[in-house]
T-cell receptor, first 112, second 112 residues
């Protein structure tokens, strides 16, 4: 039981490049989330999903797109990366209850 | 959602009880107090939550004042591994598309 895994762990992009971050969970959770965390700050919600085939905007969705084609996977895409998107990205999955949200190890992204 | 106020940082000696305060003076009757922590570079981890009664689990105790305007997270015998950022989050509980909202938290350092 791996829990929540994220791929890749680290990535460096140039401005304007695109990439996709993959989140996978093996807990059969309906809900999945993408957060970003900037230095010295708390996490901010980018997008989330309440089930396969659904997505919704969070607090800071601009510049990101997401897809949930399979229940176990939640993809976060950056179509044209900007230096302001340099951050650590955390994925989480859960049951919908706030005490049952489980986080992945994070992806550290640097945009030059 | 109720706003929370936490000290920016705290220190505690190893083996002592760590008491982390949180003020939430505008909390509503149906809002719960949740605590998460984030150990360096890892994803956040759920600790405990409560509505109005004191709660205890294998990780910590949560003391909520009678007027519910503040609470204290207690780590009874702090170890070096408890060094982390602790987030107090006030949200409506229950199931559904509930989303965590993180502030800046309290950086707790356990000293040997």
């Amino acid at each position: 039981n791996a829990g929540v895994t994220q791929t890749p762990k680290f990535r460096v992009l140039k401005t304007g490049q695109s990439m996709t971050l993959l989140c996978a969970q093996d807990m059969n959770h309906e809900y999945m989330y993408w957060y970003r965390q900037d230095p010295g700050m708390g996490l901010r919600l980018i997008h989330y999903s309440v089930g396969e085939g659904t997505t919704a905007k969070g607090e800071v969705p601009d510049g990101y797109n997401v897809s949930r084609l399979k229940k176990q996977n939640f993809l976060l895409g950056l179509e044209s990366a900007a230096p302001s998107q340099t951050s650590v990205y955390f994925c989480a999955s859960g049951t919908g209850r706030l005490n049952e949200q489980f986080f992945g190890p994070g992806t550290r992204l640097t945009v030059l | 959602d109720a706003k929370t106020t936490q000290p920016t940082s705290m220190d505690c000696a190893e083996g002592r009880a760590a008491n982390l305060p949180c003020n939430h003076s505008t909390i509503s009757g149906n809002e719960y107090v949740y605590w998460y922590r984030q150990i360096h570079s890892q994803g956040p981890q759920y600790i405990i939550h409560g509505l109005k009664n004191n709660e205890t689990n294998e990780m910590a105790s949560l003391i909520i004042t009678e007027d519910r305007k503040s609470s204290t997270l207690i780590l009874p015998h702090a170890t070096l591994r408890d060094t982390a950022v602790y987030y107090c989050i006030v949200r409506v509980g229950g199931a559904g598309a509930q989303k965590l909202v993180f502030g800046q938290g309290t950086r707790l350092t356990i000293n040997p």
